[in-house]
């Protein structure tokens, strides 16, 4: 069965070894909660976008099987890009011992940094054509993202102990496939204070069907 809508898939078969891959397959859909950010004026700030008015994202939650797995010998790096005063993505899900860059594409200065428990940094303030250190992430939980010249910067970086992970469209569909056969929990991560979880088997070759909701 095919998702309609769904804009991320999982990239896991490009990362993992072949003994990792498995042939099962999760889908469903995760009740999303509604969004509840409002437009923020550009004129605020240095850069005006198009319409003045600075991009919101919708909310998104991220599906991932819990479970004891092997850790990769090296993991490809990832982005948190900061363009027209937002993060992009807004929500980045990692495996823990990933590295990250932080790229400015604006005009303008721009000061990443968490105070968050699983990583805490500064940046410092940098322009469009300077490059700060990348950061790598090894203990898992939820890394905030602030901006300390932009303060309605909101960014999140997911750090999982799991190889096995995939965002959700904006309709709440998700599409988690090539995991391996098992008894393990599947968990939908909302946010730091929703965290839904199921049992499941899998089988391989077998595609089975998982709804999250909050209620």
Request: with cysteine; glycine share 6%; proline share 8%.
């Amino acid at each position: 069965m095919r998702l309609r809508g769904l804009l991320w898939l999982n990239a896991i078969s490009s990362v993992l070894p072949a003994a990792l891959l498995g042939s099962a397959t999760v889908e469903g859909r995760v009740e999303l909660p509604k969004s509840r950010s409002a437009p923020v004026q550009a004129k605020r700030y240095e850069i005006v976008t198009k319409g003045g008015v600075l991009s919101t994202q919708p909310p998104l939650a991220v599906v991932y099987l819990d479970g004891a797995f092997p850790r990769p010998a090296s993991l490809p790096t990832k982005e948190v890009t900061q363009k027209d005063l937002t993060f992009i993505p807004a929500l980045l899900p990692i495996e823990a011992g990933t590295k990250v860059e932080f790229p400015n594409l604006d005009d303008a200065y721009h000061n990443v940094f968490s105070y968050s428990r699983a990583r805490r940094f500064d940046l410092g303030r940098y322009r469009k054509d300077e490059k700060p250190a990348a950061l790598t992430f090894q203990k898992p939980g939820v890394v905030k993202l602030y901006c300390e010249i932009h303060e309605h910067m909101r960014g999140t970086i997911l750090v999982l102990d799991s190889p096995y992970f995939v965002k959700t469209d904006p309709t709440g569909n998700y599409r988690l496939q090539h995991l391996p056969a098992g008894k393990y929990t599947l968990k939908a991560w909302i946010s730091e204070k929703t965290v839904l979880e199921k049992p499941v088997e899998l089988k391989d070759g077998e595609i089975i069907k998982i709804d999250f909701s909050p209620n």
